[in-house]
């Protein structure tokens, strides 16, 4: 099982960005998705963009050509860059490793978007 450790949200207004780090305690070229949830209050937990060990990534209609996920292998970390954030954004952003069989999950990192 690999951990996970969220960092880079924060309060930030309508408009701005933010990039958020996903630290994992293991090498990531072998898991196969990683990817980013998030978390409304009183909302169901949301793909938000999903990046697999082939290169391909995979977006929620509602952040296409705003966020980018990337995987960086050397650091064990992946990326989402947020940018044109709306107030809709806010939530938990949460970290998702997945290889066949094993899931993990970060403790999640606020992402807070002021209008």
């Known amino acids: 099982q690999v951990q996970l450790v969220e960092s880079g949200g924060g309060l930030v207004q309508a408009g701005g960005s933010l990039r958020l780090s996903c630290a994992a305690s293991?090498?990531?070229?072998?898991?196969?998705?990683m990817g980013w949830y998030r978390q409304a209050p009183g909302k169901q937990r949301e793909l938000v963009a999903a990046?697999?060990?082939?290169?391909?990534?995979n977006y929620a209609d509602s952040v296409k050509g705003r966020f980018t996920i990337s995987r960086d292998a050397a650091e064990n970390t992946v990326y989402l860059q947020m940018n044109s954030l709306k107030p809709e954004d806010t939530a938990v952003y949460y970290c998702n490793a997945y290889s066949i069989g094993k899931i993990s999950w970060g403790q999640g990192t606020q992402v807070t978007v002021s209008s």
């Open positions: 293991r090498s990531i070229f072998s898991i196969n998705v």
């Open positions: 990046a697999t060990s082939s290169g391909s990534t």
